[in-house]
């Protein structure tokens, strides 16, 4: 229900793989997927920079994205990009005729209560 698109900003060549990665998505995802674009590695100075922000906020506002620029390392932006996701999918899931969102989404999850999913749980043995 949500794809994170993450590219390092001090590699050219990750930034460029996201046109790939939208084909793919647009060819296999369901069209109403929620797609975040993340630029990680903020943290790094302007001098190991590749990937400006207003090209990345570009990218992000032709494909209608959602866009992050978090640091992993320092954790910076990583609790929004998440909660962003969250948010969106719990909204989508509430607001949706069926309840469920649309599309095959669950692969064998089980409907907890409006909105929420739980993966089936394992058996044991004893």
Same mark, same amino acid.
């Given at each position: &229900? =949500?794809?994170? !698109?993450?590219?390092?900003? /001090?590699d050219?060549?990750?930034?460029?793989?996201i046109?790939?990665? &939208?084909?793919?998505?647009?060819? #296999?995802?369901?069209?109403?997927v929620i797609?975040?674009?993340?630029?990680?590695k /903020?943290?790094?100075?302007?001098?190991r920079r590749a990937?400006?922000?207003?090209?990345?906020?570009?990218?992000?506002?032709? #494909?209608k994205m !959602?866009?992050?620029e978090?640091s992993a390392?320092s *954790?910076?932006n990583?609790?929004n990009v998440f909660g962003?996701?969250?948010?969106?999918i719990v909204?989508?899931?509430?607001?949706?005729?069926? *309840?469920? =969102?649309?599309?095959?989404g =669950?692969g =064998?999850?089980?409907r907890?209560?409006?909105?929420q999913?739980r993966?089936?749980q394992?058996?044991?043995?004893?």
């Amino acid at each position: &229900m =949500g794809i994170l !698109l993450v590219y390092d900003v /001090s590699d050219e060549s990750s930034f460029n793989n996201i046109k790939n990665w &939208m084909k793919n998505i647009e060819q #296999h995802a369901s069209e109403n997927v929620i797609k975040v674009l993340v630029g990680n590695k /903020s943290d790094l100075g302007e001098g190991r920079r590749a990937v400006p922000t207003a090209r990345a906020q570009a990218l992000a506002d032709e #494909h209608k994205m !959602l866009f992050f620029e978090a640091s992993a390392k320092s *954790g910076t932006n990583v609790e929004n990009v998440f909660g962003s996701v969250a948010r969106d999918i719990v909204a989508r899931l509430r607001d949706a005729p069926d *309840g469920g =969102g649309g599309g095959s989404g =669950g692969g =064998g999850s089980l409907r907890i209560g409006q909105g929420q999913r739980r993966p089936p749980q394992k058996e044991s043995c004893c």
